[in-house]
């Protein structure tokens, strides 16, 4: 089994919680994350067992009596009846870590939880495996391309990665059996995910009346990663309304599918474009979707910038949920055509990132950051994320972070 970097806040947190519910994806190895936490006293039940559900939802109150805390309750959402019943028992005991729970329909989960367990659940997100976890470094930090960040990573000297092996990484995707099970067909496994997250996951909301344009939507919006999404433009393309595109995209991103990603805007100007940014959070799943046959066609291939920035964008993201943390990550764009790729906000400053599949960046691709400078707020450190086969300074304030270190 590979370590997986939440491992460590699910031991912390569930000394300061009594619930602790992990969401994501199908497969992307919740259970197996809480199994391997887990000491011998707890008892695990899926609620995918017909008759566990049954009981869950009939009888919460025999349910918790027969499968007594400490419990890892699977698939929570199938028997939202038991969420009053776990209040009632954290309550009473005030027991630290009593139930573990993980779900993969955030869209059922969530109202649930905030209205019934607010205060006593910690709410942890877990995607595939990031790049860090495959190469055995569990201990990976959240990014920011500070100077203590870079110096973090000065000591690891990681590999260098080629463009080859980099599009072979985002062919494969991160969903842990494709990693660790070589036997497994990429192509098989991931029609059959998407088979399973229709019938399972959303067939049952009323909001999805045809399947075949739910899935055809999920590829137009899988065409569309890294880019400025206009919903019009995808509604048309999929011949549904405007309001039901909107909410799909909802269930997608409540799914743990696809993430948008805001505009950095503040009052002092008005020419920022306003406009979200998606991206799929599984490579793999984006590329099949897409209908690419092989790394080599997909790095030569037309999607081959806008995928390359989807892959950092999620190897990002999974370094602060994989630490229990949010980024204030946002992206900038003006009427002006200036853009940068990343903004994050953090220690009162703006730091600029831009993205790049090139092994030699130069200036020109960083000629956009100073317009933050607009913004009248401090500016960090900068950084390229780049195929540079090591750390180094671009300038002063902005260095080269080949992509093996995120």
Aim: hydrophobic fraction near 40%; include cysteine; proline fraction near 5%.
């Amino acid at each position: 089994m590979i370590k997986r970097t939440l491992q460590k806040t699910v031991e912390e947190v569930s000394k300061a919680f009594p619930v602790i519910l992990i969401t994501g994806p199908r497969q992307v190895g919740k259970t197996t994350l809480l199994e391997m936490v887990a000491d011998k006293k707890r008892k695990y039940v899926t609620l995918d067992d017909l008759e566990q559900r049954k009981l869950a939802k009939t009888d919460p109150a025999m349910f918790l009596q027969v499968n007594q805390p400490p419990l890892i309750i699977d698939e929570i959402q199938y028997a939202p009846e038991l969420f009053s019943y776990i209040k009632m028992y954290v309550d009473t005991t005030k027991e630290a870590g009593a139930f573990w729970l993980t779900g993969s329909q955030k869209f059922h989960l969530m109202k649930n939880i905030t209205e019934t367990l607010a205060g006593r659940v910690a709410i942890l997100d877990l995607l595939g495996l990031s790049y860090q976890e495959k190469i055995k470094n569990a201990d990976d930090v959240p990014f920011l391309p500070t100077t203590e960040w870079i110096e973090s990573k000065r000591s690891i000297k990681a590999k260098a990665l080629t463009v080859n092996e980099v599009y072979e990484l985002i062919y494969q995707g991160s969903f842990p059996k494709l990693v660790t099970d070589k036997n497994v067909s990429r192509d098989i496994f991931y029609k059959s995910y998407i088979q399973t997250y229709i019938e399972r996951d959303v067939k049952d909301l009323k909001k999805i009346g045809n399947e075949i344009s739910f899935y055809n939507f999920l590829v137009v919006m899988a065409a569309r990663t890294g880019q400025l999404i206009n919903f019009s433009d995808i509604a048309r393309d999929v011949d549904v309304d405007l309001k039901t595109a909107k909410s799909w995209a909802s269930i997608l991103e409540a799914s743990g599918l696809i993430k948008f990603l805001q505009p950095y805007y503040n009052n002092i100007t008005k020419r920022i474009i306003k406009k979200p940014k998606m991206y799929f959070l599984d490579t793999g799943l984006c590329t099949y979707l897409t209908g690419w046959d092989s790394p080599k066609t997909l790095e030569n291939g037309a999607m081959n910038g806008a995928i390359f920035e989807t892959y950092v964008f999620a190897e990002i993201l999974k370094s602060y949920w994989n630490n229990g943390k949010e980024p204030n990550i946002y992206f900038y764009r003006d009427k002006d055509q200036k853009e940068i790729d990343f903004v994050f906000e953090a220690n009162g400053k703006l730091y600029p990132i831009e993205v790049k599949k090139t092994a030699t960046p130069s200036l020109a691709n960083i000629k956009s950051f100073p317009v933050l400078e607009s913004l009248k707020k401090p500016i960090g450190e900068g950084a390229v994320i780049c195929l540079y086969k090591d750390l180094f300074p671009l300038n002063r304030n902005v260095n080269l972070i080949p992509i093996n270190y995120i």
